[in-house]
């Protein structure tokens, strides 16, 4: 169910779009489902259903690997009312799990229980207790056996002490489902059609009700604030940096990690204050991240070292605009690696470098200040302080070539398309505009002239 509102997040975006760990919150429902198995994946949308439906299917088309349909409720007239607008796309054999759009913590292996609880037989419904239920479903049990949900709303006063809840999860044959869904009336205090309402014809029609009681809260619980958000990304986070310590992670701050995507380490990695890890990243064996780093879609070969401030951006995980950091690298202080950086074992990329779309191969350095684009660097270049390759024309983008053991001098101009031939030297501030052979000084600005006892102007 995604067609609420979520009036209190005072945004202009659909709640169940808002991101938690990088992802929409009802991405992390559909991923869920996805961790099941499930046979299809129905949303149910309304309010922002078309950025809804549109966030989603990217995603879907982008991993293809689910069935996914949506099904639109308008106007929203209730939970019950939500999924009988889903009747038609629900195949009789089938079982269904009802998840909310804007509850991304469920865990997979407790719906798989509650699935188990439902055994296809049964209306097993997922509770919790809390020390306070305003404003949740009550459980209303008469002995042990499930006998009802009562609404906040409805709730007699007696019932208003029950501290067992409905957590908005359920498992429940399709069948029998449908059947009760075309018995909801809105005779109620909100005048809406509840899908709780079910377990009462449940009962009426003797089909067990079984309730599977969790007591992690995070699990169930929703956002309806930008607050409640900010506290379950933390749960969320807090959950990955327990992950990465047991697998031996060593955290200067468990507390201050945000991984909003996956990240796979190596033995004996060390991740210092405020990184933030995105997309697909991986961490080899020893690889030690500074203070203040910024990793997206990188893979990071052992013993690396990214110094504080780096800001490493790669494009779609596992294309060629990912980025690569061989073995032995040193990166930053303050250095950014841009889509398609290709740096080899032992590369050296210093503070205030921006490397884009180029190769550097094994043991090149460019360490100050420099700009390497579209460019394919041989082993042990020398890539000088403040030299750029200018690789856009205007128009066209061309390539830099410097083959192995060039040293480029300070501030230079490398015009593309230019190569420079192995074991060439080239002098600071020149401006190349054509290739430079092997082995060569090339020096290409003007000579330097001194002019004796030049008097400079005086005031008149
Ligand atoms: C619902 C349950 C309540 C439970 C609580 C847990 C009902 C009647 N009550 O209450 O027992 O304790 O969840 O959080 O089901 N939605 C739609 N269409 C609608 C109405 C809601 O798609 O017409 C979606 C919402 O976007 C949300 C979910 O259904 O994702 C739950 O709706 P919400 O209004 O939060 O239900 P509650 O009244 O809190
Ligand atoms: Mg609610």
Known sequence: MAAGKGTRMKSKLPKVLHLLAGRALVQHVVDTAAELQARQVTVITGHGAPEVEAALSTVTRATG?????????????????AIQQAVPVLRDDGLVVVLSGDVPLTQADTLTQLISACAGDKLALLT?????????????????????????????????????????????????????????????????????DIVKFAVADGFPVVAHKISDAAQVAGVNSPVQLAELERTYQKRVALQLMEQGVR??????????????????VAIDVNCVFEGLVSLGEGVHIGPNCVIKNASIAAGAVIHPFTHIEGGEPGSKNAIEVGPGALIGPFARLRPGAKLGA????????????????????????????????????????????????GANKHRTVIEADVHIGSNCVLIA?????????????STLSKDAPPLALTVARARQVSIPNWKRPAKK
């Open 128 to 196: 919790i207790d809390f020390a306070n239920p305003t404003g949740y479903g009550r459980i209303v049990r008469k002995g042990d056996a499930v006998q009802a949900i009562v609404e906040q709303k409805d709730a007699s006063a007696a019932q208003l002490k029950i501290t067992e809840v409905y957590s908005g999860i359920m498992a429940v044959p399709a069948k029998q489902l449908k059947s009760w869904l075309a018995r909801l009336d809105n005779k109620n205090a909100q005048g809406e059609y509840y899908l709780t």
């Open 65 to 81: 690997q689910l069935d996914i349909n949506f099904v639109r409720q308008e106007p929203q007239l209730g939970t019950g009312h």
């Open 251 to 268: 955290l200067a701050d468990p507390s201050r990690l945000d991984v909003r995507g996956t990240l796979t380490c190596a033995q004996d």
């Open 417 to 429: 398309p230019v190569t420079i031939g192995a074991g060439g030297t080239v002098g600071g501030g």
């Open 346 to 393: 032992e590369v050296h990329i210093g503070n205030f470098v921006e490397v884009k779309n180029s190769t550097l191969a094994k043991g090149a350095k460019a360490n100050h200040l420099a700009y390497l684009g579209d460019a394919t660097v041989g082993e042990r270049v020398n890539y000088g302080a403040g030299s750029i390759t200018a690789n856009y024309d």
